[in-house]
């Protein structure tokens, strides 16, 4: 499920599907969608043993893996490169090894899957402002159930966990982009180009001037 919400009907079972969420059909067995908004699913057919060793139902990593590996095989089954099976191939294992990774964590704790959805979230909308207290009502805790488990977890508070990742995403901007400081504190969720150079100073000890300068002086450096 790529975004909105949708119904989906498979024989007799009926699935609330959200962003991030992955419905294995079974050969031969009838579904159908059902939404009274705007929604989007990547589709992709397997043809796989009886046995695979994969969850009928499971919700994305934090790093919406499933999500680029069905985007990157839709992107390559669409293409007419030379490497183009080569490529569908090698999607299709990395499929394979991740619906087995969701298998294998199917017996996580409440706090775990409590957690893991949170960091979805949280990686979802890193550039958008977003309380503790807003991200427990929508999944559906209290504010200090989900800080405790949150950082018992992750040994960290949701706050610093967007932080990081607005950090992360800054710092690649910095390096692999030509935007400036403005630009990139608002694509980030930062307050203005001072509060982002701040925090990045405090992360990194160096200013985004040197971060931007180190990485173009890696990039011009010539290939032996």
Known sequence: MRTGSVKICQGSAVFDMGPGMILLHPPFVEHADSSTSEYSIFYVQIDAP???PWPGIANDDSFQSMGRICEATCREWKGSHPLREEMIANLTQQTDLLLRRFKTAEHRSKGEILVAAAERILEERYNLPITAAELASELGVSRSLLYAEFTAV???TPKAYVLRR?????TAMLQHTNFTLERIAAA??????????RHVKASTHQSPGTIRKLALARNSRPTE
């Open 50 to 52: 009886a046995d695979a």
């Open 188 to 197: 980030t969720g930062f307050y203005s180009s001072s509060h982002l150079a």
């Open 166 to 170: 607005r950090l992360e995403h800054a």
């Open 154 to 156: 992750t040994g960290q």
